[in-house]
């Protein structure tokens, strides 16, 4: 069986505080937990590499240069 999944999406979407079957995350969690299976998300590196998701985005919306640039804390 499998270790690993890699995914695109994130099997969370906001902050979890207990893990149940009550929902399909829950569910989710549960059942790797029990299996002993990780779970690694790339949504977010995809968005943000050079190249990746944003920049096809602001090229298709004919953004100027400066405004894909990455931004970096004052």
Do not use: K, W, Y
Not at 38 to 65: E, K, Q, W
Not at 68 to 74: K, L, V
């Amino acid at each position: 069986g499998a270790q690993l999944v890699v995914a695109h999406h994130p099997a969370i979407f906001t902050s979890v505080s207990r893990v149940t079957s009550d929902d399909a995350t829950g569910r989710i969690l549960r059942l790797a937990i029990r299996h002993d299976i990780s779970i690694i998300c790339m949504h977010t590196n995809a968005d943000c590499a050079f190249g990746g998701v944003n920049d096809a985005l602001a090229s298709a919306l004919f953004l100027p240069a400066a405004m894909a640039e990455p931004m970096t804390p004052a």
